[in-house]
């Protein structure tokens, strides 16, 4: 089993910036990649950004590219989602989730943390 906490979730003006941090916690070893997905009210979840954990590599979605970093901390077993030049429709329930290795889709993930950004 693996544990996903967040943190770092909160109000934020238009324009500003906000980090997520997410420490997974468990059975680990088996991580290929962890990412950040978001659900506005009334829409689907969708990936934000994501990165292996291995080799680094990142996806991010169009409308965050410029703005958003994610990173990762492999001895801590932490991801981080660096939030700049916030816009009202970032405002989201954003969660962590990992893949293991050999699987297809995201299986483990965290509870979850409100990120609200105003006019």
């Known amino acids: 089993q693996v544990q996903l906490v967040e943190s770092g979730g909160g109000l934020v003006q238009a324009g500003g910036s906000l980090r997520l941090s997410c420490a997974a916690s468990?059975?680990?070893?088996?991580?290929?990649?962890m990412g950040w997905f978001r659900q506005a009210p009334g829409k689907e979840r969708e990936l934000v950004a994501d990165i292996t954990w291995s080799g680094g590599m990142t996806y991010y979605r169009d409308s965050v590219k410029g703005r958003f970093t994610i990173s990762r901390d492999n001895a801590k077993n932490t991801v981080y989602l660096q939030m700049s030049s916030l816009k009202s429709e970032d405002t989201a329930v954003y969660y962590c989730a990992l893949v293991r290795v050999g699987r297809t889709e995201y299986d483990y993930w965290g509870q979850g943390t409100q990120v609200t950004v105003s006019p």
């Open positions: 468990g059975r680990t070893f088996s991580t290929y990649a």
